[in-house]
């Protein structure tokens, strides 16, 4: 269950090993690489909606929590991220201010959206801008049938998370 200052920590939490958003509005042409395809994607993105699943790995590559839902981002710097499982769990930003609705505690917690951005691997699609100044950002090799890109964060211990890994397919971001 996430409570308290953990809500905050989940927020940072888009912090995933692995972010996979089954329906995209937008599709992209084969590249040679995932960086490629990222920046096809989202070129001109203006927004996207689908399903996503969060994958959180241990040091030593073990599934150590699994979480899916909902996310919807409409350019620039807005989106709605909503967790259906294990807990639900809502997190909406407006470009300035980001909201994390928990009903399990019945609390909304508000904060500057700058701040929760920081070290996000979301910024990545709100902000495509932000990639290089925030992550180290190299190709991650195909599997699956997807090119993988790995951003690391700059500010490790800042950072939520190690890394995370973008995968694309035909369709752009898988």
């Known amino acids: 269950m996430i409570s308290g200052a953990n809500s905050m920590l989940a927020i940072r939490q888009f912090g995933l090993a692995a972010l996979l958003i089954t329906s995209a509005m937008f599709t992209t042409t084969a ?25 959180v790995y241990d040091p030593n590559g073990k599934l150590k929590e699994s979480s899916s839902g909902r996310v919807a981002m409409s350019a620039p710097r ?9 807990y639900p769990q809502l997190i909406v930003a407006d470009g300035k201010t980001v909201w994390v609705f928990d009903p399990d505690l019945e609390q909304v917690t508000r904060r500057p959206q700058g701040i929760e951005e920081q070290n996000s691997p979301l910024a990545a699609l709100i902000d495509p801008s932000k990639l290089d100044k925030d992550f180290a950002v190299r190709e991650g090799g195909s599997k699956d049938g997807l090119t993988w890109l790995v951003l690391t964060p700059k500010q490790a211990a800042d950072a939520s998370f190690r890394s995370a890994r973008l995968g694309f ?3 752009g971001l898988a």
């Open 78 to 86: 807005l989106f709605r991220w909503e967790y259906v499982k294990p």
């Open 31 to 55: 590249f040679a690489g995932a960086r490629d395809d990222l920046a096809t994607f989202t070129k001109g993105l203006k927004g996207l909606d689908g399903q996503f699943v969060q994958q």
């Open 169 to 171: 397919g035909q369709q």
